[in-house]
């Protein structure tokens, strides 16, 4: 199994290169030169399995023998011990057609625990065999940084440095990431903003001695290893609903179109998926996109959903590189006029194609509030966070055909978006049993002031990367 860049310039590398490098070095997003085929009998035979036994199957393909069999199920079965249901990814049904596909049951109760605790795995198992360290450095602005803290805790090869802007989370995120206390977990809470903890990781990745020295990687939602892992419980949830002998509907609550590029490839391998609806908050440029064949970023409004805050949809372009006929020159001209313009189309036959497997859907902030209070109200006291609504209102919208499945995606436990959800049910959703003593939790974490040269410093002096290859 190799996998090529989309922007054609880069070279093709097995899943071991791919999954330590991310990004393509043109500049591209690496895709798999073929996708592995799944017969009619194979997914029927996914019927009944434990999820972890799906993920094998789905995923071994994708491995090209770089991994062991037994040793990928034990990575696998390890990962997904981690979350708090049996089903890993149950299926909820909300009515005679709908069914949420909840995937908030692991460790930071959003969706992005299904990629991830593989990948720190993945990782780990990989650099052990090259005799590698590597330095993670990210930012967040609360949301997603504890996903990557978690699935890098306690790695024997992977030192993570967090940057969240200090005082500007709220304090149930701040104590999701500060009260992990494993020794290779480096908390900095920056004297400045979101945007000064971004210029401030992209200042040390473009820093060339001290990215080599340091051995610098990514976990962002780019890497291919991420897609993988979530193109599983697109089988697991079709098989459980009568694939491939029923179609199904998937609507997914989308920003960065990293979790419906998942279906996408799904239904590349064999899935008989009907249509992939994307919800959007009112950042819509996906949503825009699919209803003019025109790409055109705008700023960023805040909203109830603020993990779909995105004004770009950079897996969007694993797409486009299909749209475009896999010619990776085209995709490097679009991607050349979006940055010098701000916008890139396509022709109408590439719309009609991709219109063909997607629809896309804007719901504004009233109607996901809306949305969590009918669910609420009409299914039983079932609580959806803003993601999920988005999704749930997008399903409605769809209008799809009557008597097909259609599963909605929910990517955040109600939990983790309380004041929404109480402001809609009048009710406060109580955080799952196993971070019910969050509160009192020690925390751990390095104020920083707003300097490069410090930062890097306290880098150093931490990473093991830094202090030569074990
Ligand atoms: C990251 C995230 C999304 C968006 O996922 P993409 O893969 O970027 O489309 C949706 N909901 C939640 C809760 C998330 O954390």
Not at 112 to 138: C, M, S
Not at 152 to 172: A, M, Q, W, Y
Not at 177 to 188: A, D, G
Request: charged content about 20%; aromatic content about 8%.
């Amino acid at each position: 199994m190799r996998y090529i860049s989309t922007r054609g310039a880069a070279p093709a590398l097995g899943f071991e290169d791919v999954l330590l490098t991310g990004l393509a070095r043109d500049g591209g997003l690496y895709v798999p030169e073929t996708w592995p085929q799944f017969t009619a009998d194979d997914i029927r035979a996914l019927r009944g399995l434990p999820y972890s036994e799906v993920a094998v199957r789905v995923m071994l393909p994708f491995l090209g023998g770089a991994i062991s069999e037994s040793d990928f199920r034990a990575l696998v079965r390890d990962a997904y011990a981690t979350f708090d249901h049996d089903a890993v990814t149950p299926l909820v049904q909300l009515d005679q057609r709908t069914w949420v596909l909840e995937l908030f049951h692991g460790p930071t109760l959003a969706f992005k625990d299904v990629a991830l605790q593989l990948l720190g795995r993945l990782f780990d198992h990989v650099l052990e065999r090259r005799g590698e360290r590597v330095t993670i450095v990210g930012a967040t602005s609360g949301d997603t940084g504890s996903a990557a803290i978690e699935a890098c805790r306690d790695r024997h090869n992977v030192d993570i440095f967090i940057l969240h802007p200090k005082g500007r989370t709220s304090e149930v995120q701040r104590r999701q990431m500060t009260s992990v206390l494993s020794s290779n977990v480096h908390n900095i809470a920056l004297e400045g903003s979101f945007d000064d903890c971004q210029d401030l990781v992209k200042a040390m990745f473009n820093d060339t001695a001290f990215r080599d020295k340091l051995n610098l990687s990514a976990v962002n939602s780019i890497n291919w290893a991420r897609i993988m892992a979530q193109i599983v419980y697109y089988f697991a949830s079709a098989a459980a609903l009568g694939a491939p002998d029923r179609e199904i509907d998937f609507v997914v609550p989308t920003g960065n179109f990293g979790n419906v590029y998942a279906a996408y490839g799904a239904r590349a391998m064999g899935l008989p998926t009907a249509k992939l609806i994307v919800g959007s908050n009112t950042n819509d440029i996906l949503a825009r996109f699919f209803a003019s064949g025109t790409m055109a970023a705008q700023g960023v409004t805040p909203t109830l959903s603020p993990s779909m805050d995105i004004q770009i949809s950079s897996n969007f372009e694993r797409l486009l590189f299909d749209l475009l006929g896999r010619d990776g020159a085209a995709v490097e001209a679009c991607m050349r006029t979006f940055r010098a313009e701000g916008r890139f189309a396509v022709t109408d036959a590439q719309l009609a194609q991709a219109l063909a497997i997607f629809a896309g859907h804007r719901v504004d902030e009233d109607a996901t509030m809306a949305t969590i209070t009918d669910t609420w109200r009409r299914h039983g006291g079932y609580t959806v966070d803003p993601h999920t609504a988005v999704g749930v209102a997008s399903a409605a919208a769809a209008g799809t055909a009557p008597g097909r499945p259609v599963v909605v995606l929910a990517t955040a436990h109600p939990a983790k978006f309380p004041d929404a959800v109480e402001k809609a049910t009048g009710r406060r959703p109580a955080l799952p049993p196993r971070l019910g003593d969050l509160y009192e939790r020690e925390e751990r974490l390095s104020v920083l002031p707003n300097d490069l040269a410090q930062v890097q410093g306290f880098v150093t002096q931490r990473a093991r990367a830094a202090q030569g290859v074990a």
